[in-house]
C-alpha cells in the first residue's frame, strides 16, 4: 500500500514483449538503454526493471555481458534501485533468464508467480512490414508457448538469488492465482515481508485490464497479506495510464515504461520512458501524494543497497 503516502514509480524500460518495428524510440542498444534509463529515474522512477537486447537486431538476450554493458553506467548516473528481470524473452530457459542476475547480485528481480500462456501473436495483425525476420517469428511463437515457471522453478530462484545474493523481489502476479501461488511461499518462510506485490493486467493468458480486476486483486491481495505488503500496479498498453490512476488513488505504487506500453496518450507515442515517468509524476502529485526516492523505496522495501550489488 501507499504507506505514508509515498509512491514507488518502476519504470521497465525496454521488456522483451514490442519489437523495433513498433516503435523508433523503444531502447535497444545498451548504450540507448542506460541513457533512457537514466532520464527516467531523473523523472522520478525510483526503481528501474531492466532486460537486455542484442545490439545487432534488437531481439532479447540474457546475455550477461550485455547487461554489464549498462548496468554500472546506470548505477554512476542514478541512485535508482536497479531490478533485473528473472523472465527474460519468450524461449529461454530458466538458466539464461537468472544468468544475468546471478552475475550481478541486483537489489532487486523480477519474479513471475507462476507459468502462463503468454500470447503476443495478436500484435501480427498491427504490422505489414517488419524491419528484422524474427519479429513475426517471435510474435507468432507465442500462439503455443507457455511461459514455464513452475512451484520448483520458483524455489530455485528464491534460493540462489534470494538466499544466495540477498536479492529481494518484485512479485508479478498475472492473475488471482498467482496471489495463491505467492502466499504459498510466505506460508512455508520462503519469502518474507515486506512483499513488493505487482499486480499485471491486459496481457493475454492473464486477468484483464478491467476495473473490477483491479479492485478484486487488491482485496484478495489484502486478504492474503494484510498489511505485509506494499502493492503495485501494472497495465499493458492503452491500459496503463488509466489503470495506475485508478490505483493510486486505491493506495498503490505504480509501473510505467515502454516494456508495458508504447503509448503517452490516445494515438501518441511516448518518445522516451521519461515520458511516461513524468506523466505517472503528475498523477500522482495531482493527488497529493509524494512520489518515493530510491532510498525511501530501499527503506520501504527492505533492499540491501546499491553498494551490495556485484556491478
Known amino acids: 500500500m501507499a504507506k505514508s503516502g509515498k509512491v514507488i514509480i518502476t519504470c521497465a524500460v525496454t521488456g522483451s514483449i514490442h ?3 513498433m516503435s523508433p524510440h523503444l531502447p535497444l542498444s545498451p548504450h540507448e538503454v542506460a541513457a533512457d534509463a537514466v532520464r527516467a529515474a531523473e ?6 526493471h531492466l532486460h537486455a537486447r542484442d545490439p545487432g537486431d534488437g531481439r532479447p538476450t ?15 548516473a542514478t541512485g535508482a534501485v536497479i531490478n533485473i528481470t528473472t523472465g527474460g524473452g519468450h524461449g529461454m530457459t530458466l538458466e539464461e533468464r537468472t544468468a544475468a542476475a546471478m552475475r550481478a547480485k541486483p537489489e532487486m528481480c523480477s519474479l513471475n508467480m507462476g507459468s502462463m500462456n503468454f500470447g503476443l501473436f495478436p ?9 528484422y525476420d524474427w519479429e513475426p517469428r517471435y510474435l507468432e511463437m ?11 522453478d520458483i524455489e530455485r530462484i528464491l534460493k540462489e538469488l534470494g538466499e544466495g545474493c540477498g536479492t529481494r523481489f518484485e512479485f508479478e502476479c498475472y492473475d488471482v492465482g498467482h496471489l495463491y501461488n505467492l502466499a504459498h511461499f510466505l506460508d512455508r518462510g520462503l519469502v518474507k515481508p515486506p512483499l513488493f506485490v505487482q499486480t499485471i493486467f491486459g496481457i493475454l493468458g492473464g486477468i484483464g485490464a478491467d476495473p473490477e480486476n483491479l479492485v478484486h486483486m487488491k482485496r484478495i491481495a489484502d486478504k492474503l497479506f494484510d498489511d505485509s505488503y506494499y502493492w503495485s500496479i501494472l497495465a499493458a498498453g492503452r491500459h496503463q495510464l488509466p489503470l495506475v490512476s485508478m490505483g493510486a488513488i486505491m493506495g498503490g505504487n505504480i509501473r510505467v515504461g515502454l516494456e508495458d506500453s508504447l503509448w503517452a496518450g ?4 511516448a518518445a522516451s520512458n521519461a515520458d511516461q515517468v513524468k506523466m505517472a509524476r503528475a498523477i500522482v ?27
Open 19 to 21: 519489437t523495433p518495428t
Open 43 to 48: 523523472a522520478g522512477a525510483a526503481i528501474l
Open 62 to 76: 540474457p546475455d550477461p555481458g550485455v547487461f554489464m554493458e549498462f548496468l554500472p553506467r546506470i548505477k554512476q
Open 123 to 131: 500484435m501480427l495483425g498491427r504490422y505489414k512490414e517488419w524491419k
Open 142 to 152: 507465442t500462439r503455443d508457448f507457455i511461459f514455464r515457471n513452475t512451484f520448483a
Open 266 to 269: 490516445r494515438g501518441k507515442l
Open 285 to 311: 502529485e495531482n493527488l497529493s501524494l509524494q512520489v518515493a526516492s530510491p532510498d525511501e523505496a530501499r527503506a520501504m522495501l527492505s533492499l540491501k543497497g546499491g553498494d551490495a550489488v556485484a556491478f
